[in-house]
Each structure stands twice: as C-alpha cells, then as structure tokens.
C-alpha cells in the first residue's frame, strides 16, 4: 500500500499562480497529476517517472505549469502560473507502484474570472 496526500489547492485569480504538493508514503516508479472539472472526466496533466526524470505535459498546461519533485521526501510538486478559469477543477495525485495505482484524495483549485 502506498498512501498518497495532496496539498496546495485553494482560490485564485486568473493568471494568478498556485503550487501542489503530493507526498507518497514511499519511493514509486512514477508519479503524476490529473484533474477534475464538475462534470467532466478526469483527464492528465504532468507526471513524471522517478528513476529517469522523464517528465511529460498535457499540451494544455505545457509553458504554465511546471512538475517538480524532491527525491528524498518521495514528494512531487506542481507549480501552476497563469491560471486561468478552465484550471478549475479538483486536482488529484497518483502513485505507480508497479501494476498498482494509488490516488490522493483530491485539492480543490478554483481560479476566478
């Protein structure tokens, strides 16, 4: 089992700038963030393997939003600048551990116009 905890959401303007934290309970083969918008799917929006630091982008977030981790705390981060109002959404972490996928329980992130 591997415990996943996001951090971080909150309430902002547009093209204001907001980080998340997630922290794993223990090392992963990678780690990345999705979101939620009301009524939509979950879709991807970075993610990043831990052994390699390959780290890959949904088109929609590339040159906003930068994913970051800190090796040592089996934690990852994820910068959000220039939000915009279709950001909005509950913004969930997920840990692979081999065929296994383990989800935080979600930050609320909400950007106003």
């Known amino acids: 089992q591997v415990q996943v905890v996001e951090s971080g959401g909150g309430l902002v303007e547009a093209g204001g700038s907001l980080r998340l934290s997630c922290a794993a309970s223990?090392?992963?083969?990678?780690m990345g963030w999705f979101r939620q918008a009301p009524g939509k799917e979950r879709e991807y929006v970075a993610s990043v393997l831990w052994s390699s630091g390959t780290i890959n982008y949904a088109d929609s977030v590339k040159g906003r939003f930068t994913i970051s981790r800190d090796n040592a705390e089996n934690t990852l981060y994820l910068q959000m600048n220039s939000l915009k109002p279709e950001d909005t959404a509950v913004y969930y972490c997920?840990?692979?551990?081999?065929?296994?996928?383990?989800w935080g329980q979600g930050t609320q992130v909400a950007v106003s116009s």
């Open positions: 997920r840990a692979r551990v081999g065929a296994y996928d383990y």
């Open positions: 223990r090392r992963t083969f990678s």
